[in-house]
């Protein structure tokens, strides 16, 4: 079992920026895949970026220029970078992992983009 846990998200103005961590624990796991998705109200949970053990990204259209990914493999953590930020960004991001071909979700944390 890996647990993901979130952090970071926030209120930010629109031009702002945020950063975001997720943790995962657990024992007997390799991660392969970590990477975010979000959320909006009334929306289906869309893709950001994700990147794979081997530094492998890919990222959404809509944030590209704006968004990084990052990983730190030993820590067991991913994060996402996000600038430039715009109020149709706002939404629940979610940390998912995959570990042996098991998907893993985080509980989410919100980011709100509003001036």
């Known amino acids: 079992q890996v647990q993901l846990v979130e952090s970071g998200g926030g209120l930010v103005q629109p031009g702002g920026s945020l950063r975001l961590s997720c943790a995962a624990s657990?024992?007997?796991?390799?991660?392969?895949?970590m990477g975010w998705y979000r959320q909006a109200p009334g929306k289906q949970r869309e893709l950001v970026a994700v990147?794979?053990?081997?530094?492998?990204?890919t990222y959404a259209d809509s944030v590209k220029g704006r968004f990084t990914i990052s990983r730190d493999n030993a820590k067991n953590m991913v994060y996402l970078q996000m600038s430039s930020l715009k109020p149709e960004d706002t939404a629940v991001y979610y940390c998912?992992?995959?570990?042996?071909?098991?998907?893993?979700w985080g509980q989410g944390t919100q980011v709100t983009v509003s001036s």
């Open positions: 657990g024992s007997g796991f390799s991660i392969n895949a």
């Open positions: 998912k992992a995959v570990a042996l071909s098991v998907y893993y």
């Open positions: 990147r794979t053990r081997a530094g492998s990204t």
